[in-house]
C-alpha cells in the first residue's frame, strides 16, 4: 500500500491490540516499521504516540510535550521571577485539569487587573512577583541561578517541579520520561559547544538557545537508549 493510503492511526491501533491479546506479551521493541519518506515516518510516529505506543525515531516537537515546556517556562522563572508569561505558563501546564474552561490563573489575573484599574491611578503600587506564594511556584525560587553551571540548574527545575513523579499522572510515562532526557541532552550540548568555543555558559543563553530550537523545529526528542519501543524506518 502506498504512504498516502496508509491508515496510520488503523495499524497503531491493531498494534496496540495485538500486543493486549498476546500470549506472552510481544515487546514492542520486536516491531519494526518500514516507510518509503520521512514524512511517512513522523505520521506514524505521532499516530503510535496518540496510542500511547513507545517509537524509536528522532523527531522535532519536544517543546510541544507539556512536561517539557513546563520545564523551559521553569528555567525562565529562575532567570527572572517577574516573568508573569512564565508563571501563567507553568502554572496552566502544571494545574489545570478541565481544559475546556477558563484556567484559574487566567480568571485570578484578570481579576487582579481589574482591581488595580480601580484603584487610584496617581497612586503608588508596590511591585509584586506574579502569583506570590504559589505553591507550583515557590520551589523554583530556591534556585540560585548563579550557583551552578546552566544543565545543573535544569536538572533542579525538573526536580523542583516533581516532574519524574507528574509525568506517572500523564499517561505514557516512558516516553515523558525520554523527553526530559532530551531536554537535558540539548543543555549538555549547550554547555559542550561553549566549551569549545571557551565562552561562558549562562542560564541566559541556553533558555535562548532551547527557544531557537524549539522555532526552528530543531528540537529533537530522542528515544530512550536501550528502549522497549518501535521502530519506524525508511
Not at 123 to 152: C, Q, S, V
Not at 166 to 193: K, Q, T, V
Amino acid at each position: 500500500k502506498r504512504n498516502q493510503n496508509f491508515d496510520y492511526p488503523a495499524v497503531a491501533g491493531q498494534l496496540r491490540r495485538f500486543q493486549q491479546e498476546s500470549n506472552p506479551r510481544h515487546r514492542w521493541g520486536d516491531v519494526a516499521i518500514l516507510l518509503r519518506t520521512n514524512s511517512a515516518c513522523e505520521k506514524m510516529s505521532a499516530a503510535l504516540e496518540a496510542e500511547g505506543i513507545p517509537c524509536a525515531l528522532e523527531r522535532p516537537g519536544l517543546f510541544r510535550m507539556r512536561e517539557a515546556a513546563a520545564a523551559l517556562a521553569g528555567l525562565r522563572l529562575v532567570a527572572d521571577r517577574a516573568d508573569a508569561l512564565a508563571a501563567a505558563t507553568l502554572i496552566h501546564l502544571m494545574e489545570d485539569r478541565e481544559p475546556e474552561t477558563t484556567p484559574s490563573w487566567l480568571a485570578e489575573r484578570l481579576e487582579a487587573r481589574q482591581n488595580a484599574k480601580d484603584l487610584d491611578p496617581s497612586a503608588e503600587r508596590p511591585f509584586t512577583y506574579p502569583w506570590p506564594d504559589h505553591p507550583t511556584l515557590l520551589p523554583l525560587e530556591g534556585i540560585d541561578p548563579r550557583a551552578t553551571a546552566p544543565a545543573a540548574i535544569l536538572q533542579e527545575v525538573i526536580e523542583a517541579l516533581g516532574l519524574p513523579e507528574r509525568i506517572a499522572a500523564w499517561g505514557s510515562p516512558e516516553a515523558r520520561a525520554a523527553n526530559l532526557d532530551s531536554l537535558c541532552r540539548h543543555a549538555s550540548a549547550y554547555e559542550e559547544e561553549m566549551s569549545q568555543r571557551a565562552d561562558a555558559a549562562t542560564l541566559v543563553g541556553l533558555i535562548w538557545r532551547l527557544e531557537r530550537l524549539r522555532d526552528e523545529e530543531q528540537d529533537y526528542r530522542f528515544p530512550a537508549p536501550n528502549a522497549d519501543a518501535v521502530s519506524v524506518l525508511t
